[in-house]
């Protein structure tokens, strides 16, 4: 096999175009016999094989920079860039990340785990460069979604008038930019792409300007030759915001694209290459269903079929809450920012389409658009992962709480998860806890969520209800009570021990209260259910009773322990533990494995209330 020869791209760069043909094969196979069983995300990377190999065949890496827009299509280049053969443990705990690691590899340039950050980033390094005098090529691949994202037009806005010779790949696997492409458009392209194109142009250019009054001719050369582009290619938007535009280009014909690539290198301005690709190209099943595949669990190889539990998810319940609360109230409407399937509101989407609104990756704009609805007499509910509401606190806060509107914002995976730092749902309550008029809740099962979801509704205010990916079965104990603001629940009684459980920590907490009963220690289980505004009368009669364990699937700096440790500063109180994530950059990996590196295991939590109670 090819693939088994390729160490770093100069091992690319010597294959001939059949060769490399042969390993775009090679690599797709590889990727759907790995993804099959560790998941992650297989359509994104069986789209952009051959993209990745025009890329490191047209361009000196890792000497030239290649910088990844959200970066979960870095697959086939980690193949190639020396991490061949730890491949197989991709987001395995202590693997081979599914995202960009600048500190693992120097042909990872830039981290990347969230969308629209690639132009931005490129524009400065590119700047950098320019100013230490480094000749060198800096190039952003950014896909058609990313380009929705605010953070990709401001570093488009931004480059298009002020860094030269940047180089932005326009990965257009759905279509959604290039209507206007066809037989004429390919055809003008080719021409326009060829390597002496452009210094063809500027030959003329120079010829033109030594006749008499040439530049008022070449100024009407020009306007016809905009004009005529604007006819046929569909670049024209890229142009007016001063880039030159190379495209639309074959995303699966590699020669094709080294040659658009090595065109871009010749431009004294910024460049934009078009590449057209298909998602999940190679796996059928893939092809059928790309959002299907996106992000994915194992699955069989042959039918495709994923190997998930018959459990149902917190995404699933919200996505059934949500459709029964929709029969009774015509206001509401949903939100998310290109995760409807995700979510768990593609049922809610087919249902109620006229209720349901898909901004595409702009969390920012969904969280203001969201108030905007509010103000104007609806009720909307925006699903979002808690890793990418980081980027809309600020709209929180200035757009939502400070008007006391009534939004939900539906925060799912929040929590640790697979990929790793970019995506690890844990950083966003230290922001939310400082945010006047906001309610934040935690449900710990299915039935608790609706409950949740019913009292946001009724108290039309500014409301937080987060989530974690996975299981949400109930747990055997009542958690029908209703819910009175700011009032935690007690789900078990003891007097030498109180555990406080945030959310679906609950499960760990009475697994730890089970252990502990064999060892002779009665544990109290409370059921936190509130952040914002919190239960501290009931913390403080504890505390000054019991020892107190924190149990949270968040950074503890900044959830459930810090709002303890403020509430018990000045209250007597015994000891007090807590369990959760501290200050840290947790690694991509199983959450059971990152559980069980950092302490937060019911066994460790036994152990330590063993400790406390002086059992050895």
């Given amino acids: 096999m090819i693939l088994d020869r390729i160490d770093s791209p100069e091992d690319v760069r010597k294959l001939n ?18 993804i099959s069983k560790t998941g992650g995300h297989l359509s994104p990377n069986l789209g952009t094989v051959e993209l990745t190999l025009a890329l490191h065949c047209a361009f000196d890496t890792p000497n030239d920079r290649i910088v990844w827009d959200v970066g979960h299509q870095t697959y086939t280049h980690k193949l190639i860039t020396g991490r061949r053969r730890e491949f197989e443990t991709l987001r395995q705990f202590e693997g081979c990340c599914g995202f960009p690691t600048p500190d693992r590899s120097v042909y990872d340039c830039f981290i990347a785990g969230h969308a629209g950050t690639a132009i931005s980033a490129a524009t400065g390094m590119k700047a950098a460069a320019d100013k230490l005098g480094r000749n060198e090529q800096v190039v952003a691949v950014v896909g058609d979604g990313a380009f929705n994202c605010g953070i990709s037009l401001e570093g488009l806005n931004n480059a298009g008038s002020s860094c ?70 569909p670049g024209s938007v890229f142009e007016a915001m001063g880039f030159r535009y190379l495209g639309p280009v074959d995303g699966h014909n590699i020669d094709l694209m080294i040659r658009a690539f090595e065109a871009a290198k010749n431009s004294s301005k910024p460049v934009l290459v078009h590449v057209i690709t298909g998602k999940g190209k190679g796996y059928g099943p893939a ?51 290109g995760m409807a399937c995700g979510t768990g509101l593609r049922p809610f989407s087919s249902r109620y389409p006229k209720r349901f609104y898909d901004v595409g990756i702009a969390e920012e704009h969904a969280a203001v658009f969201a108030a905007g609805l509010a103000a104007g007499g609806m009720r909307p509910v925006y699903a979002v992962y808690a890793t990418f509401m980081q980027r809309a606190l600020d709209c929180l806060f200035h757009d939502v709480c400070l008007q006391n509107l009534p939004v939900i914002f539906a925060i799912d995976r929040a929590g640790v998860v697979e990929d790793g730092c970019t995506h690890h749902g844990i950083h966003d309550l230290g922001f939310m806890q400082t945010m006047p008029n906001l309610t934040i809740m935690a449900p710990a099962d299915k039935d608790e969520l609706k409950l949740m979801f019913e009292f946001a509704w009724r108290l039309a205010a500014p409301v937080v209800i987060r989530y974690p990916r996975g299981g949400a079965e109930p747990l055997g104990v009542n958690l029908a009570e209703p819910l009175t603001a700011g009032r935690a629940l007690v789900v078990r009684e003891g007097g030498d021990v109180a555990l406080w459980a945030w959310g679906r920590e609950l499960e760990t907490a009475l697994k730890v209260a089970d252990k502990l009963a064999e060892n002779g ?49 000045n209250s007597p109180h015994k000891e007090i533990r807590h369990f959760g994530w501290g200050d840290r950059l947790l690694e991509h990996g199983a959450p059971a494995k990152l559980r069980e590196k950092y302490g937060f295991t019911v066994d460790n939590i036994v152990e330590t209330v063993r400790k406390i109670r002086g059992i050895s």
Wanted: net charge positive.
């Fill in 17 to 34: 175009k059949k060769e490399l043909e042969q390993l775009a094969g090679e690599i797709r196979e590889k990727l759907v016999a790995t």
């Fill in 164 to 233: 030269r010779g940047l180089i932005v790949i326009l990965n257009d696997n759905k279509m959604s930019i290039s209507s206007n492409v066809g037989a004429m458009a390919r055809h003008f392209n080719r021409l326009i792409s060829a390597n002496g194109y452009i210094k063809l142009r500027s030959s003329i250019r120079n010829w033109i300007f030594q006749l008499r009054r040439g530049k008022a001719i070449h100024r009407y050369l020009s306007r016809i030759l905009r004009w005529v582009k604007n006819l046929i290619l």
């Fill in 287 to 337: 092809e059928t269903s790309p959002e299907k595949f996106h992000g994915v669990s194992s699955f069989d190889l042959v039918t495709g079929e994923t190997r998930s539990s018959e459990n149902i998810t917190f995404s699933q319940a919200f996505g059934n809450t949500m459709l029964e609360m929709a029969e009774q109230h015509p206001e509401l409407v949903t939100i998310t920012a």
């Fill in 521 to 569: 220690i009665a544990a109290t289980v409370v059921n936190t259910r509130f952040l914002k505004p919190f239960d501290s009368e009931l913390l403080r009669v504890h505390a000054a009773a019991m020892p107190v364990i924190t149990l949270e699937d968040s950074q503890t700096g900044g959830g459930l322990a810090m709002r303890c440790d403020e509430e018990l500063i």
